[in-house]
């Protein structure tokens, strides 16, 4: 098997079981993003302990790109810390910002790196990225509700 067709599973893994696909009812921000290139939407519950993102569930819908990113990014950004949550995000867009020329870093960006082959198609970018910017904004305003 190659990596291209084990990152398309990853992504389709994601899209049919996505993880943390349950608004919590306990939510210190919600945010609702759409990308009205495509359609794209998703709500999304953040919930801060401290300096550490102790929750985030969304609901949405949309593209298995988007599906799969943001099931990634709420897996992957879970538990994490602010500033680390910071670092991993800037990755994730210099990854999709790369046209296809970088592959990402699997330690720091997990299954998401199954999604670099998405930097080829500027269409897809903000599918891609949509879900990030969903949990960039609920962090941003958690911070400020404080």
């Known amino acids: 098997m190659n990596l291209d067709n084990l ?25 609702h993003h759409i990308n009205p290139s495509c359609g794209d939407e998703i709500t999304l519950n ?8 102790k929750e985030i569930t969304w609901d949405g819908v949309g593209c298995s790109i988007s599906q799969a ?8 950004l879970m538990g994490k810390s602010l500033s680390e949550v ?8 210099e990854l999709m910002q790369s046209k296809g020329k970088k592959t990402g870093d699997e330690a720091v960006l ?8 998405v930097s080829q198609y500027p269409a897809r970018i903000k599918c891609a990225l949509l879900g990030w910017m ?3 904004d609920a962090t941003l305003q958690a911070v400020e509700k404080r």
């Open 46 to 53: 953040l919930t801060l302990d401290g300096q550490t993102i």
């Open 110 to 117: 997990e299954d998401a790196v199954a999604l670099a082959g």
């Open 86 to 93: 910071e670092s991993i995000s800037e990755q994730f867009v």
């Open 7 to 31: 990152y398309q599973e990853v992504i389709l893994d994601h899209y049919k079981n996505p993880l943390n696909k349950t608004l919590s009812k306990h939510f210190d921000v919600q945010v």
């Open 134 to 136: 969903a949990i960039k």
């Open 69 to 76: 990113s943001v099931s990634i990014a709420s897996d992957l």
